[in-house]
Structure formats: C-alpha cells, structure tokens
C-alpha cells in the first residue's frame, strides 16, 4: 500500500477509504481488497481492530447473543477452525476472534492505527473523497466507507462538578487496557443500560462497596451462560449452512424463528408456562420467541412486562429494593431489552446500594463523591455505563462534507436521513454500513455487517464494470425511504420509550426513530430488488 500523503503533499489516491476496522471494516476490506481487487486503505481511531471489542473493556462485557451466529459467515474455514469457549463469549475472546481474522486475512497491512478521521470532502467535478486524519494524513479515494459503528461515540452526561471530583472515573466504552482494580474502593456505577448491568454484579463482587445509581429501572432477562461443549460446537459446525442461512433470512438475524401465537390468544397458564420456559433458557428468545405481538400491543407486552416484575420480586429480597428496580414506565423491549447475569441477585449484597434518581436526582458531583437531592455519596471511583450518542454521533463527529460544501451535521439537524441506511442524498460515493435506515442495531450485527458489505461489494463492482464515476440516492428516493422507516416504526411500541434508538439519551438531539423495524429478511430482499432494477432510487453517473 502507497503511503498516505501528509499535509503539504498531494493526497495519494486509492479506490476506497474504509473508516473503521471494527466487524465492519474487516470485512469490508477484505472484501473490497481480497475479491475486489481494489486498493483499499482503512483508518482506525483505535492502537488495534476490534472497534466495539477494542474499545468496551468495561468488567462483565460480554456478548448478548450466541458467540456461534455471532460471527462472521463469509468464510467457511474461518467458521470451522474457530472454537468459542462458550455461549455467550466475553469481550477477550471476542477481540481475539477479530484479531485472528486480521491476522488470517492479513489485513493490518491496508489499516492505519491511531489515525481519527477528521474530515471527508467530495470534490464533485471527480466525485473523489479527499479524506484527512488527526495526523494530518490526507488520501484521495473514489469511494468512501463509514464502518464507524452505531455505539461507538461515548456520551459522559454534562453533570456539574465531574472536574472536581477527587477519584478516579471511566466510562465503560473507553475503559482502560490494563484494567481497574477495585479491591477496597467504594464504586459508584450510572447507568442501568445493557452495560450497567453487566457490569454490576462484576464490579459487586470485587468493591468494598457499590451504589448503583438508576435513572430508569431496566426488565432484563437471565443470560444463562454456560461453556459451549464439544457435542454442541461439533453440531453447531455440521449445520453451519443451514443455521447461517436461517439466520439471514429471518426477522432479527438470529437463527430462530418468531413464535407465531399471540400473548392474548392463550390461557394465562399456558402464558405463564411459555414465559417460565424461556426465562429458564435464558437470552434474547424471551422477547422474539414468546410471542409475536409483545412490541406491537400494549395489552400482550403488559403480561410479559408483569411476569419479569414478578421475578423482580421473588429475587430481590428487600420489597423496597424490589419496587424501585422494577420498570413501569415504558414497554419490555421498547428499549434494547439487556441479558444478565446474576443483576437482580447483587442488590441481595450487603455491600450493594441502590438510588432512585427518579425519586433523588444527581444535582452534582463533589470532590467526594455524588451529591442527589438527598444525600451525599462518598465514592473512590464512578463508572459511567451510560451509553453512547447511538447511531448518527460517530459520523456527525467528522466533518464529512457533500455537494454544496453541506456538512452531513447540517443535512441531519433534524434527524437521519438515508436512502436504505446504505447511503445519503447529496453524498455521492459515500455509503455507510449499518447506518441510520438499515435493521442494524435492532438486528443481530454481523449479518446485517455482512448484508451491507456484500451488497456495497457488488454495488462498486457493477460501477466499476460500468466505467461509472459514482452512484448517489436521489432525494425522492431518500425521502420515501424516510417516511417507510417512521411509518413502520410507528406502528410498534418503540416510540413509547426515551431510549437512544430514539435519540432521547442525549440532550438536544432530534427525536427520530433511526433503525429501521421492518426486518433483517423484508430488507434484504428490498436492497437486492433495488440492485436488480439497475440500482433503482441512485442516480449513477458517467
Ligand atoms: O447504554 P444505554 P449502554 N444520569 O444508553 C443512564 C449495546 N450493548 O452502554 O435509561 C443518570 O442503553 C440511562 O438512563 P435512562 C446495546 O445495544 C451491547 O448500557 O436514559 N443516568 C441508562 O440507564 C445497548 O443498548 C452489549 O434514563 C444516565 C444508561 O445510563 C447499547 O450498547 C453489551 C444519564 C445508559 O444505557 C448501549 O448500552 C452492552 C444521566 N445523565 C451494550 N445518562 C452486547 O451484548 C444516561 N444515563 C454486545
């Protein structure tokens, strides 16, 4: 690969920009470089791949779906020569599992470390992106990929007084390579996200004392993680086709099916048996393989919502505790719905506490610790599990620059817009993976990763063969696709959550529902019709 161009020298000029070298990144360049045979260069914020699993080191991180179709599918010797430990694998083993991917393909060779993309510019005579880093790199690229990732711009709240304050703190998605010791502190964690209560009973364990502070309260549902035997991973490995092929054509990305049977069409005891049976099995089927109406009814997801209620208070021993942790203000799952293990279990802890910032906010935080409308907090260390500007915040962060000199901040000030999540009126070459628009993250990731890879991969190549210059979503195109997204998303239950599929964590930011809620296999099949009618809704250009 040529050397990048630094200031004062003219960019060097590649085929393809990929910024990101996450699941999505990887796979693009080796895609892009390997079958393509296009001279790719990837930029990474990062010392390493890895993106998600790079950065989310927090105690507890691991996977909430299962480590054998939570992986990549495009290379079957990858497939059968990777062993997961067990089901629901931890954040090493997942870093090491990308990181042997790089290795495999040799793909470090094409990527740039510690290089932040600042800034992306088209020059529409060209069509060209001219890329420039925080190292002052600058490249010139016919296309241009975003594989930033959709949680990967880690929101810290603007509470006053967090630069007085005298311990330690860390956010869970920029937590430190070498660890945080615990032993004897008197942690603090905010957050009741997927990542507060994975982190909890972890943290629990090892702290002299932990207090959770919890703004809303969470349903979250047993993991019940075990190591992955021989017999499964050998069973796993014979029917890899027919499990990857499941999982593509199905409504989330997972290999299962969705329960055909209304909440409301049988007895409460066959309900409650259903619900018992799946809470035993632990994981995500609870939500997608119960019943089929718990996100689109009210009267079905009140059954289901009441039920985990229920277990709230069989666990928790003290009924206070049990009534603060249990959620009443919005719908199970119209929130991304967290597995656990152990969560309801460590508010029994004696060396465990609880704060109802619904009932006592924050109003600072003080050299000591976290002063509430009531008490003082006297903490060591505070753990921000909360969250990330989900979606849009990792893109809006770079300067990228369309037709117009219009900045992608201007053009999204009101919310996302895309045409498919694949790409963005106005932005001609850009195309963005899993972006706002797409099932990304209310789908299992490395499918829909994959799905936009290979559909980016063949969209380039027919352009290519064409000897065309660019392709770009009409604003008739992008603007139907728009009114789609919202209309299906109106009719579920999502829009009766503040959550960040929402835009609702962060103060300010638009309230749009950004995934697209229609279905991994609904949406694969439009993208392929669209590529099968000559790219219908882009405009290609000589
Ligand atoms: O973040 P979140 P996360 N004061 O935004 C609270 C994925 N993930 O990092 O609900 C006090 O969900 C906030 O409260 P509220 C997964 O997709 C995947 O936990 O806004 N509290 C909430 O409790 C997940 O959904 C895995 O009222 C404040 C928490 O912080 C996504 O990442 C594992 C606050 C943030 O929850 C994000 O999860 C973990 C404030 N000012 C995560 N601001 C896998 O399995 C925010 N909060 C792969």
Same mark, same amino acid.
């Given at each position: 690969?040529?050397?990048?161009?630094?200031?004062?020298?003219?960019?060097?000029?590649?085929?393809?920009?990929?910024?990101?070298?996450?699941?999505?990144?990887?796979?693009?360049?080796?895609?892009?470089?390997?079958?393509?045979?296009?001279?790719?260069?990837?930029?990474?914020?990062?010392?390493?791949?890895?993106?998600?699993?790079?950065?989310?080191?927090?105690?507890?991180?691991?996977?909430?779906?299962?480590?054998?179709?939570?992986?990549?599918?495009?290379?079957?010797?990858?497939?059968?020569?990777?062993?997961?430990?067990?089901?629901?694998?931890?954040?090493?083993?997942?870093?090491?599992?990308?990181?042997?991917?790089?290795?495999?393909?040799?793909?470090?060779?094409?990527?740039?470390?510690?290089?932040?993309?600042?800034?992306?510019?088209?020059?529409?005579?060209?069509?060209?992106?001219?890329?420039?880093?925080?190292?002052?790199?600058?490249?010139?690229?016919?296309?241009?990929?975003?594989?930033?990732?959709?949680?990967?711009?880690?929101?810290?709240?603007?509470?006053?007084?967090?630069?007085?304050?005298?311990?330690?703190?860390?956010?869970?998605?920029?937590?430190?390579?070498?660890?945080?010791?615990?032993?004897?502190?008197?942690?603090?964690?905010?957050?009741?996200?997927s990542t507060g209560i994975q982190a909890a009973p972890v943290i629990a364990a090892e702290a002299a004392h932990l207090t959770v502070f919890q703004r809303t309260p969470n349903y979250t549902v047993p993991a019940r993680n075990a190591p992955l035997t021989p017999e499964r991973a050998a069973e796993i490995k014979?029917?890899?086709?027919?499990?990857?092929?499941?999982?593509?054509?199905?409504?989330?990305?997972?290999?299962?099916?969705?329960?055909?049977?209304?909440?409301?069409?049988?007895?409460?005891?066959?309900?409650?048996?259903?619900?018992?049976?799946?809470?035993?099995?632990?994981?995500?089927?609870?939500?997608?393989?119960?019943?089929?109406?718990?996100?689109?009814?009210?009267?079905?997801?009140?059954?289901?919502?009441?039920?985990?209620?229920?277990?709230?208070?069989?666990?928790?021993?003290?009924?206070?505790?049990?009534?603060?942790?249990?959620?009443?203000?919005?719908?199970?799952?119209?929130?991304?719905?967290?597995?656990?293990?152990?969560?309801?279990?460590?508010?029994?802890?004696?060396?465990?506490?609880?704060?109802?910032?619904?009932?006592t906010p924050i109003e600072e935080i003080t050299a000591e610790g976290v002063r509430t409308t009531a008490a003082e907090h006297s903490l060591d260390m505070i753990v921000f599990a909360t969250g990330f500007d989900a979606m849009t915040g990792a893109l809006l962060r770079m300067d990228i620059r369309g037709r117009?000199?219009?900045?992608?901040?201007?053009?999204?000030?009101?919310?996302?817009?895309?045409?498919?999540?694949?790409?963005?009126?106005?932005?001609?070459?850009?195309?963005?993976?899993?972006?706002?628009?797409?099932?990304?993250?209310?789908?299992?990731? &490395?499918?829909?990763? /994959?799905?936009? $890879? #290979?559909?980016? !991969?063949?969209?380039?190549?027919?352009?290519?063969? %064409?000897? =065309?210059?660019?392709?770009?979503?009409? &604003?008739?195109?992008? /603007?139907?696709? $728009? #009114?789609?997204? !919202?209309?299906?998303?109106?009719?579920?239950?999502? %829009?009766? =959550?503040?959550?960040?599929?929402?835009?609702?964590?962060?103060?300010?930011?638009?309230?749009?529902?950004?995934?697209?809620?229609?279905?991994?296999?609904?949406?694969?099949?439009?993208?392929?019709?669209?590529?099968?009618?000559?790219?219908?809704?882009?405009?290609?250009?000589?």
């Amino acid at each position: 690969m040529a050397a990048a161009g630094f200031a004062g020298e003219a960019p060097t000029q590649h085929d393809l920009v990929i910024i990101g070298a996450g699941f999505s990144g990887l796979y693009m360049l080796h895609r892009a470089r390997d079958l393509l045979g296009l001279d790719a260069v990837v930029f990474e914020a990062g010392a390493g791949v890895g993106g998600t699993w790079y950065w989310n080191r927090y105690p507890g991180a691991r996977c909430d779906s299962e480590s054998y179709y939570y992986s990549y599918s495009f290379s079957e010797e990858l497939e059968q020569e990777w062993e997961w430990t067990s089901k629901y694998p931890a954040q090493p083993e997942i870093l090491r599992y990308l990181e042997h991917v790089a290795d495999r393909f040799d793909l470090r060779r094409n990527i740039r470390f510690d290089s932040r993309v600042e800034s992306a510019v088209l020059d529409e005579d060209t069509l060209r992106w001219t890329v420039r880093t925080d190292g002052g790199e600058e490249v010139s690229a016919q296309f241009l990929v975003s594989a930033v990732g959709c949680l990967s711009a880690a929101n810290v709240p603007d509470i006053p007084g967090l630069d007085q304050f005298d311990g330690e703190w860390f956010h869970t998605g920029r937590w430190p390579h070498d660890g945080v010791d615990f032993g004897g502190k008197r942690v603090g964690l905010i957050g009741t996200g997927s990542t507060g209560i994975q982190a909890a009973p972890v943290i629990a364990a090892e702290a002299a004392h932990l207090t959770v502070f919890q703004r809303t309260p969470n349903y979250t549902v047993p993991a019940r993680n075990a190591p992955l035997t021989p017999e499964r991973a050998a069973e796993i490995k014979a029917t890899y086709p027919a499990i990857r092929e499941h999982a593509r054509n199905s409504y989330g990305g997972f290999p299962f099916d969705p329960s055909g049977r209304s909440a409301l069409e049988v007895t409460q005891d066959e309900r409650r048996a259903t619900y018992e049976a799946l809470w035993e099995e632990g994981g995500f089927k609870f939500l997608f393989g119960s019943f089929y109406d718990l996100l689109v009814s009210e009267e079905a997801n009140d059954t289901a919502a009441e039920f985990i209620r229920g277990k709230i208070r069989e666990v928790v021993a003290d009924p206070q505790v049990a009534e603060i942790l249990a959620p009443r203000d919005h719908p199970y799952g119209s929130k991304r719905p967290p597995i656990d293990t152990n969560y309801f279990e460590t508010f029994n802890r004696s060396n465990v506490s609880l704060v109802d910032l619904r009932a006592t906010p924050i109003e600072e935080i003080t050299a000591e610790g976290v002063r509430t409308t009531a008490a003082e907090h006297s903490l060591d260390m505070i753990v921000f599990a909360t969250g990330f500007d989900a979606m849009t915040g990792a893109l809006l962060r770079m300067d990228i620059r369309g037709r117009d000199g219009r900045s992608l901040r201007e053009k999204w000030a009101a919310g996302p817009r895309t045409y498919l999540g694949l790409q963005v009126a106005g932005f001609p070459n850009l195309f963005t993976i899993t972006g706002p628009g797409s099932p990304s993250v209310l789908s299992n990731m &490395p499918v829909s990763i /994959e799905q936009h $890879v #290979e559909w980016i !991969a063949d969209c380039i190549t027919h352009l290519r063969s %064409s000897g =065309a210059a660019g392709i770009e979503a009409t &604003p008739e195109a992008e /603007e139907a696709w $728009v #009114e789609h997204v !919202a209309e299906i998303a109106g009719l579920t239950l999502f %829009s009766k =959550a503040s959550s960040w599929y929402l835009g609702a964590n962060i103060p300010g930011k638009t309230r749009v529902f950004m995934p697209y809620v229609g279905g991994v296999a609904t949406y694969r099949q439009r993208c392929d019709e669209v590529a099968a009618q000559g790219y219908e809704g882009f405009a290609i250009s000589a």
